[in-house]
């Protein structure tokens, strides 16, 4: 399912953002992040992970464009 495919499918979605880029079309900033068991992380951690990778990624994209 989806999850077990989740880096494959970010990858698939980061290329498609690469060549939407290349023709000037829209683009969306992604950011994920796993929960490891054992790690003491909460759920409030893992959301701000994924949070600060998506804000890092649109801070990509806006230097590209």
């Not at 979605?13 to 939407?20: G, V």
């Not at 701000?48 to 464009?65: H, P």
Request: charged share 30%; aromatic share 6%.
């Amino acid at each position: 399912a989806d999850y077990q495919n989740r880096q494959a499918l970010e990858r698939q979605i980061k290329e498609q953002i690469r060549m939407n880029l290349k023709a000037g079309k829209v683009v969306i900033a992604v950011g994920m992040a796993d929960y490891t068991d054992g790690t003491g992380c909460t759920a409030d951690d893992i959301f701000e992970l994924a949070d600060n990778r998506m804000y890092a990624d649109k801070a990509a994209l806006k230097s590209i464009g």
